[in-house]
């Protein structure tokens, strides 16, 4: 629930009380102590459903401290007024130099310095290379940008060096779904297939 006097940006509220909620890590996914500001959101509580109706995947499900808790897959921050600030989905992260990096964050900032109003569907999309030992952070455009360009975009949003992007793949259209939404399944499939034809 998401109070009139907290409308903050990004901001999904806070929790209702009669859930209970804790952080586990995105990696290990191990519960994080109480005192944790941030990790993926788990939740319990008499309104969390049970389960997906003929789902054969990896459970939603874990049990900390004789709890059964739902994971939601959201990277969320809690801010002093313990409102939880959504930072992205986990799957739109990766590690590098020990830092968990939003893939969100990034596109967000370029798109804010070089969409506009006239773009015939998304300018830009950020992905990653699918080989988790060496990852690195691609920008997917339909224009002609410089790395040295859209990097200086990401700096000056604050962001940190690692948050740089390392190549620029130019096609003729990013990929949607049916929604309008980037498909970056498609992406990570294009990325997927160059690496396969090196």
Not at 104 to 112: C, D, G, R, S, V
Request: aromatic letters at 8%.
């Amino acid at each position: 629930v998401c109070p009139y006097d907290m409308n903050l940006k990004n901001s999904i509220g806070k929790v209702l009380p009669s859930l209970k909620f804790r952080f586990i890590d995105p990696e290990s996914k191990e519960l994080l102590p109480e005192t944790t500001k941030e990790g993926i959101l788990i939740v319990s509580g008499p309104s969390i459903f049970s389960g997906y109706l003929n789902y054969e995947g990896e459970s939603p499900f874990l049990d900390f401290e004789a709890i059964h808790w739902y994971n939601t897959g959201d990277i969320v921050q809690i801010d002093e007024k313990n409102c939880l600030i959504f930072k992205g989905r986990k799957k739109r992260f990766i590690k590098l130099g020990g830092e968990m990096i939003s893939l969100p964050a990034i596109e967000n900032i370029l798109l804010e310095a070089f969409a506009s109003e006239n773009d015939d569907g998304p300018i830009l999309a950020v992905e990653a290379t699918a080989d988790e030992n060496k990852q690195e952070i691609v920008l997917f455009t339909v224009k002609g940008f410089e790395r040295e360009q859209v990097n200086e975009k990401i700096k000056s949003g604050g962001l940190s060096p690692l948050h740089y992007i390392r190549l620029i793949n130019l096609v003729e259209k990013i990929p949607v779904l049916g929604t309008g939404k980037t498909d970056y399944k498609a992406l990570k499939e294009i990325l997927k297939g160059e690496k396969s034809s090196k």
